[in-house]
């Protein structure tokens, strides 16, 4: 365990304290600026008490774009940097009421030591990646546009009275709208080709029915290009897709659940991807009527569909080799029979 540097940081500033794990003392806050002189003098301020990489531990909140820089200007020295989502931290003490950022900085820096074992470590994202999330996002926000200006042309076509200024304003905003979603779709397909390695990951995706270029591309981009091989129940929890039980005793129990939150928009995509499979696969067609007659609710079915989909994405990932259609898996013991 190494000494806890925690970080309140904000647009136009930060506040420091440094929890010290020998006396478990925390120093007097600091604040600096939030841009490149404010991260220098504050390595020349840990160099003058001796605190180097190998003895400290930054930890701070995740607020987003604000600690962006900070996170890279002080991987790329070398210290270990914890980000922490801000719930977490504000659940460990008890004084909701009281908030400032001397007082956060410090909570920060304790969070760090009381929970070091458990801490998230930051580590820079490719920038191919961090351009596919930024897409991403700005294409999520057109599309949510576009059915707002498609929503009200339609209310306005059935107005009695009619105001042609206005229909054809939204009608130029939607056109503008669809090039602009156009433009990103295919900024993104050329992202994943100039890469190798995420064009051939890309190609396995792309290989299984039902996911196209925009599901892949948010699967990559959650998954961090898939450099890591990913446990099928644990991506389907972080989606929030996989039900959990809940159950004590014998007193205490009802049906496992999802917890229906994670990333909204890859949860989307694959509920659409599930919708597809359940009508042009039919394997899958075949499945989803087998269990809607035998009672299940629609919905249980689908997700079912989705967690089976989520399996099949991680098995093609894992073994890169691509989807094979009608592929049967053989017992191994019955081979030597």
């Known amino acids: 365990m190494t000494n806890i540097l925690g970080i309140d940081i904000s647009q136009a500033s930060f506040t420091s304290s440094v929890f010290n794990i020998t006396n478990k003392t925390t120093s007097t806050p600091r604040s600096y600026s939030n841009n490149q002189e404010g991260f ?3 390595a020349k301020w840990l160099q003058h008490q001796d605190l180097t990489p190998n003895s400290l531990t930054i930890c701070l909140e995740d607020t987003g774009v604000y600690a962006e820089a900070f996170c890279y200007w002080f991987a790329a020295k070398g210290f270990p940097i914890a980000v922490e989502a801000p719930h977490k931290v504000k659940r460990a003490f008890h004084n909701p009421h009281v908030k400032s950022d001397a007082l956060d900085s410090r909570q920060i820096a304790e969070y760090g030591y009381r929970f070091f074992d458990q801490l998230s470590y930051w580590k820079p994202v490719e920038p191919v990646l961090e351009q596919m999330k930024v897409l991403l996002s700005t294409r999520e ?5 576009l059915t707002a200006q498609q929503n009200s042309l339609h209310m306005l076509t059935w107005k009695v009275v009619k105001t042609p200024l206005a ?5 130029q905003t939607i056109d503008h709208l669809k090039e602009q979603i156009k433009k990103i779709d295919k900024a993104v397909k050329d992202l994943i080709s100039k890469d190798p390695g995420l064009g051939q990951t890309s190609a396995l995706l792309t290989s299984i029915p ?9 699967l990559l981009v959650l998954t961090k290009g898939f450099h890591q091989q990913i446990d099928p129940r644990q991506l389907a929890s972080h989606l929030g897709i996989c039900p959990h039980p809940f159950e004590s005793g014998s007193s205490i129990y009802r049906r496992p659940r999802s917890r229906h939150y994670g ?6 995509l694959l509920y659409l991807a599930a919708l597809s499979m359940r009508t042009h696969n039919p394997t ?3 499945y989803f009527l087998r269990k809607v007659q035998d ?5 249980l079915v689908l997700n079912n569909i989705s967690n089976k989909m989520i399996r099949i994405i991680c098995a093609v990932v894992n073994s890169q080799k691509p989807f094979i259609n009608n592929y049967k898996s053989v017992n191994p013991r019955l081979l030597c029979a």
């Open 40 to 42: 220098i003098q504050l």
């Open 141 to 145: 926000q057109f599309v949510e546009q």
């Open 167 to 171: 229909e054809t304003a939204i009608q």
């Open 210 to 218: 039902g996911i196209g270029l925009l599901l892949a591309s948010n």
């Open 263 to 268: 990333p909204p928009r890859v949860r989307k």
């Open 284 to 286: 899958f067609k075949a």
């Open 295 to 299: 009672g299940k609710s629609k919905k």
